[in-house]
């Protein structure tokens, strides 16, 4: 019986210039839907999971043209509630070389931002479900967005699920007058698998320090909650906007691991790697004993993600497979 995923947070509608156009060029734009966790949920379908995306949708055409979006790719809707009128957005004006890609939001009185706990019935949505994915992203949005998510954690541990938080968040999100020191910490008393960097874990929880060593501050984090089975994280070195390094990286409670170093010298598109990678940790944790074994396919994941126009992973099990073993020839697959 395939393992069941549900993530919750946000969905927008993605806007990108043709090409690698830039905004002052664009005469049309190339539309997707991607968020976060949807992106995590649905890489996690493409990987054979089972996959379920909890959001708020506006109540009209584009609502359920986002939904038809997210059910094109093979996730569950059937809990998505709906309300008001506006879908959020964003722009990414896609760089190259040595021109950095550009990212402009609108999501500000979204229909997911007006979200209250009292919409959703989590123990309904969570069950028969193995493990339950966050962001940071989720409640930085709206207070009414961090008490759903505080909800879902607090149920998804109640019901026995593993729960798993990517917790690195942008200061400029938080608007509604509680910051991310005063939110994040209570959503991670509940959370097992932690994604978060040296920097994240500073900033957040005042932990380590600026440009130290990842396996001080995991352990550090681990001592301050010691709900948390592992922190991983990736070492990302851009060479250009067109041609990235990648390792994952872990602490697990006895020992520091560290994958494969993986070079990737054509960039099609980077928005969503990190999501990627959280659903290649969820998948390895979930199908590997051995937790070094999980990260090269967390990276792995990571890596092909590159090579994928969009906000979500479509590689299937076998690609990831293939070039965690080792094969990067690119090669025709007959």
Known sequence: MPKKVVTFGEVMMRLSPPGYSMFSQATSF??????????????CAYLGMKAEHMTRFPDNALGKAATQFLRKHWLSTVNIVYGDNMLGKYFLEKGASYRSSVVIYER???????????MV????????ADWFHWTGITPAISEGAAMCCLDAVRTAKKMGLKVSGDIN????????????????PELVKHTDIVTSSTRGIFEMFGLGELGG???????????EFPNIEKVVGKKRKSISASHQKIHGKMWNGKKYLKSKNLDISHVIDRVGTGDAFAAGIIYGLLHYDDDLQALNFAS???ALKHTVPGDVNMVSLENVISLMEGDTSGAIKR
Request: hydrophobic residues 40%.
């Open 300 to 302: 792995a994941a990571c």
């Open 108 to 118: 500000e009185g979204s229909a997911f931002s007006l979200i209250q706990p009292s």
């Open 121 to 128: 019935n989590w123990e309904h949505v969570l069950k028969g």
């Open 213 to 223: 060593k990842f396996k001080k501050s995991a352990k550090l984090l681990m001592d």
């Open 30 to 43: 190339d539309l997707v839907y991607g968020g976060g966790e949807a992106n995590v949920a649905i890489s």
């Open 169 to 184: 968040s942008r200061d400029n999100m938080w608007k509604y007058g509680k910051t991310k020191q005063e939110i994040i």
